[in-house]
């Protein structure tokens, strides 16, 4: 996946997931966790069938098949809503990090530069490196007075 389509799918995500949408996405998700428990106690509740072959029977495996399927497909939703949470968390993770090594990358090559342009000076003796100090002025040479007087 691009870059571009993984900004316009994180956009999106974004909308549900670091909104308050997403308490809604909570609510939901809670809604189908005892939908699937329904269908869990359906199907642990619904006897075996019984050997008579009545149109009962037939209702009541029908009925224990619909559950488990209902089951499934709610349990599956779940799992669905869950990784999608947990891969749009990664995502932003991983386009932060991303940035930052893009930025890391920059500040290198920057820093490159600049000590290959000061190698390349003619000059390569430590002295010529430091900054020039100024003269202080001594006793003599001051005839206003203006230095401090020191005890």
């Not at 994180?10 to 949408?21: E, Q």
């Amino acid at each position: 996946m691009g870059r571009g389509t993984q900004s316009v799918v994180r956009g999106l995500a974004k909308i549900l997931l670091d909104t308050p949408l997403c308490g809604i996405y909570k609510i939901v998700w809670l809604v189908m966790f005892v939908i699937m428990l329904d269908c869990v106690r359906q199907m642990l509740q619904t006897p075996s069938s019984g050997l008579s072959g009545s149109t009962a029977d037939a209702e009541r495996v029908f009925s224990a098949h619909q559950a488990r399927e209902g089951a499934l497909a709610w349990a599956l939703n779940l799992v669905t809503m869950l990784a999608v949470r947990t891969i749009h968390g990664l995502v932003g993770e991983t386009m932060k990090l991303e940035m930052d090594r893009d930025i890391m990358k920059r500040q290198a090559e920057q820093a490159n530069k600049f000590v290959s342009e000061v190698m390349k000076t003619e000059e390569k003796k430590a002295e010529s490196t430091v900054a020039p100090e100024s003269k202080m002025v001594t006793k003599d040479e001051d005839k206003d007075g203006d230095t401090r007087k020191r005890n």
